[in-house]
């Protein structure tokens, strides 16, 4: 059974940095598909943040780019998402996910079958 766990979620100011991590565990083959980060503030639609395939593509929402990195260590089965500039319009629930191929670069939350628990991440003015 896949599990995802993710971990780094916390408080800060903005301006300030975090650096999320995700272990998969329980699939052999996690390292070859899509996993991504996604986000949910209360009251509001799931969105995608960053994913990124086997081989390095990655496709990041219009609302990160030149601020958050995602970046995956296929030896250690880890994903992580280091976010940097945070704004307090960044304070969500990140959830890290996983596809079940490996083609389909996408952010649509529905395209994903796995899902981890969620992190907190809170930016303050």
């Known amino acids: 059974q896949v599990q995802l766990v993710e971990s780094g979620g916390g408080s800060v100011q903005a301006g300030g940095s975090l650096r999320l991590s995700c272990a998969v565990s329980g699939h052999t083959y996690s390292s070859f598909l899509i996993m991504g980060w996604f986000r949910q503030a209360p009251g509001k639609e799931r969105e995608g943040v960053a994913v990124i395939n086997s081989v390095g593509n990655i496709l990041y929402a219009d609302f990160v780019k030149g601020r958050f990195t995602i970046s995956r260590d296929s030896a250690k089965n880890t994903l992580y998402l280091q976010m940097n500039s945070l704004k307090p319009e960044d304070t969500s629930m990140y959830y890290c996910?996983?596809?079940?191929?490996?083609?389909?670069?996408?952010?649509?939350?529905?395209?994903?079958?796995?899902w981890g628990q969620g992190t907190q991440v809170t930016v303050s003015s």
């Open positions: 996910a996983r596809k079940d191929d490996y083609v389909g670069l996408t952010l649509r939350p529905d395209a994903y079958s796995y």
